[in-house]
């Protein structure tokens, strides 16, 4: 199972190579693992209801990432992220490269580092024109989208798990993580600035459709309010995200409608949800599903607890080695099911440091490789950025940010 993992993944490493899109290559890689899974188990109904228990916790992710996609196209439909744009009006090169970097730092906390990495990805599009600085600034936003969301109770999946298991508590995480969270941006932004100088070649506005400035306004606006109030919707009502941003969706669903209602049909096309859910990328949800199909064997097999448990005994059970590691495997395996080995594993008590490193570990480890997060796999999705470039270009930063902030935070 593992071979056949390992395998997979190069297929997804090299697709540019081999010209094929690495969501064929990790759907397939998926439906293999679970196969392999079946054909070696002697209880193929037991397996079954593990595939569809699996799903369900899957289709949760991608029902997230499709909603908050299409929140984000429609209101770029209405231009709504002009609002931003213009407050933003320096086209020096080093001073954008901080802004949008701080902006999505905080941002993720806020919200979560997924909503915001597609919400920051969208705007880095319509700012810049130039590839290969875009590309950059995509690297620096995946970089900074983990690192905010590393050190907020409701920014990362792994550190929001901690939090529910009562291994971390919501200020003992935010003051103790938050220095070496931003320490793994500021290293990464600190080296890029070195060589990215300049005037930035912004792109020019254009209104292609017909709708007030009013109009505008009330959609982003809505859209902002809608992602803002989903970790608040899951505090109050336990619900996972997916059913908050559902809600949102429908929502924002109903005051386009109502807004746009007396318009001529074909204008009022162009501004509705189902138009804004066909211009979002399904490739990269395709692409999403296949990964998480193909980790959840290793999980069920217990493969990752495994893993876990090798390499405490690996460091001789030195606490701090073990997190790092795992931070770093993070961002080749999906970091939930390392950390719920870890709750069944370890037994600190709450705010130890040991659970605040894990939560800086695993939300930061994984911007290392750009598949080993939810953000750097949606950003990926969003504008083409091939695995390669991103380990040449960016997953050095990522781990020096990486290693810095562990250095603190072991200080």
Not at 106 to 130: C, G, H, R, W, Y
Not at 214 to 240: A, V, W, Y
Not at 275 to 284: P, Y
Not at 361 to 387: E, P, W
Request: hydrophobic share 50%.
């Amino acid at each position: 199972m593992i071979y056949i993992f390992i395998i997979g993944y190069l297929f997804i490493i090299f697709e540019k190579n081999l010209n094929v899109d690495k969501a064929a290559f990790s759907l397939l890689t998926g439906v293999i693992m679970w196969v392999n899974l079946i054909s070696n188990s002697n209880d193929t109904h037991q397996i079954n209801e593990l595939l569809t228990e699996s799903l369900g916790e899957i289709s949760g992710i991608l029902f997230f990432l499709l909603s908050a996609m299409t929140i984000v196209e429609l209101i770029d439909a209405h231009n709504g992220f002009d609002i931003i744009t213009k407050l933003i009006k320096t086209k020096n090169k080093l001073y954008l490269l901080w802004i949008l970097g701080f902006i999505t730092f905080f941002t993720s906390a806020i919200l979560d580092n997924l909503t915001t990495a597609i919400v920051m990805t969208t705007l880095v599009q319509k700012l810049i024109k130039d590839q290969k600085d875009k590309l950059l600034l995509l690297g620096i936003i995946i970089i900074a989208s983990n690192a905010g969301g590393a050190w907020s109770p409701i920014g990362d999946v792994t550190t929001t798990m901690l939090w529910m298991n009562k291994k971390i508590s919501s200020m003992g995480v935010i003051t103790n993580v938050i220095i070496p969270s931003l320490i793994c941006l500021i290293i990464p932004l600190t080296i890029v600035s070195f060589f990215f100088k300049g005037k930035i070649n912004r792109n020019e506005i254009k209104n292609e459709f017909d709708y007030s400035l009013k109009e505008r306004n009330l959609i982003f606006l809505s859209g902002i309010l809608c992602l803002i109030s989903i970790p608040i919707f899951k505090q109050i009502t336990h619900l996972p995200p997916y059913m908050g941003i559902l809600g949102a969706l429908g929502v924002l669903w109903i005051i386009t409608e109502f807004i746009h209602r007396k318009k001529q049909h074909e204008v009022k096309e162009k501004f509705s949800i189902m138009h804004a859910i066909q211009k979002t990328d399904v490739k990269s949800i395709l692409f999403f599903l296949g990964i998480l199909l193909a980790i959840k064997p290793l999980e069920i097999n217990g493969v990752l607890n495994q893993l876990a448990v090798n390499i405490s005994q690996f460091f001789n059970h030195n606490n701090e080695l073990v997190v790092l590691n795992i931070g770093l495997i993070s961002a080749i395996v999906d970091n939930v099911p390392l950390v719920a080995a870890s709750l069944n594993m370890f037994d600190f008590p709450m705010d130890h440091s040991f659970w605040q490193f894990m939560a800086f570990a695993t939300g930061t480890g994984g911007s290392c490789l750009i598949i080993g997060s939810a953000a750097g796999v949606a950003v990926m999705g969003l504008d083409n950025i091939s695995f390669g470039w991103y380990l040449k270009r960016i997953s050095i930063l990522a781990l020096l940010g990486y290693l810095g902030g562990s250095v603190l935070f072991f200080i």
